[in-house]
C-alpha cells in the first residue's frame, strides 16, 4: 500500500459527486427530451433505440451514484444543518433523484411488471420531470452566482493552504512541501 496518498476529503468527495450527478441529469435531461418529442420520432428511426438505451444507461450509472452517496449522507445532512435552504435543495434533489430513479426502473423493466404500474410509473416520471427540470435549471443558475462569492461555500480551503497557494485551473504552486510530496511519489 502506498502511505503517501492521501483520502479525499468529505467536501471534495460531496463536490465531486455533485459534479457527476449534475452531468448525468443533463444527459438524462436531453436524451429524455428527444424520447418524448414526437416530432424525432419519425426521422432518427433505429437511432432511438440506442438513445433509449443510453438513458437507461445512464440512469444506472446515477443510481450508482445515489448508492455512493448514501454512506456521506449523514454527515452531510449534519453539516448543513444550520442551512435550511441546503436542506431544503438536499431533500428535493434526493426525492427527485430516487422518484426518477425508482419509476424509471419500472419503466425499464415494464415486461415483468403489470402494465398498471408501468403507467403509474410513467405518469410519476413525467411529473418529475415537469415539476424538476425547471426546479434544476434555477438551482444550477443560482449555484452559479452563489459559487462566485467565496464566503458562501461551505467548502473551505483546508488548513494551511491559503487561497493564493492555489493557481488558475486547481494547481498549487510551487512550495517546498508540494515539491517533495510530488518526488516521492
Known amino acids: 500500500m502506498n502511505e503517501n496518498k492521501k483520502k479525499t476529503g468529505f467536501g471534495k468527495q460531496l463536490a465531486e459527486l455533485h459534479r457527476w450527478n449534475g452531468w448525468l441529469v443533463v444527459l438524462l435531461a436531453v436524451t429524455g427530451l428527444v424520447l418524448s418529442w414526437g416530432a424525432v420520432r419519425g426521422w432518427l428511426g433505429?437511432?432511438?433505440?440506442w438513445i433509449k438505451q443510453l438513458h437507461i444507461g445512464v440512469g444506472v450509472?446515477?443510481?450508482i451514484l445515489l448508492v455512493m452517496y448514501a454512506p456521506l449522507m449523514r454527515r452531510h445532512w449534519k453539516q448543513i444543518?444550520?442551512?435550511?435552504?441546503q436542506k431544503r435543495n438536499l431533500s428535493v434533489m434526493l426525492i427527485l433523484l430516487v422518484g426518477w430513479l425508482?419509476?424509471?426502473?419500472?419503466l425499464w423493466q415494464f415486461r415483468h411488471l403489470p402494465p398498471r404500474w408501468a403507467?403509474?410509473?410513467l405518469v410519476v416520471h413525467d411529473l418529475l420531470t415537469w415539476v424538476g427540470m425547471p426546479y434544476i435549471l434555477f438551482?444550477?443558475?443560482?449555484?452559479?452566482?452563489w459559487m462566485r462569492r467565496p464566503e458562501r461555500r461551505t467548502i473551505r480551503a483546508e488548513?494551511?493552504?491559503s487561497a493564493e497557494a492555489l493557481q488558475p485551473g486547481g494547481y498549487r504552486s510551487p512550495t517546498r512541501h508540494n515539491?517533495?510530496?510530488v518526488a516521492s511519489s
Open 119 to 121: 403507467n403509474n410509473a
Open 139 to 145: 438551482h444550477s443558475i443560482t449555484r452559479i452566482q
Open 46 to 49: 433505429e437511432g432511438r433505440v
Open 81 to 85: 444543518r444550520n442551512r435550511p435552504s
Open 102 to 106: 425508482l419509476s424509471g426502473i419500472v
Open 61 to 63: 450509472v446515477s443510481g
Open 179 to 181: 515539491g517533495l510530496r
Open 159 to 161: 488548513a494551511g493552504e
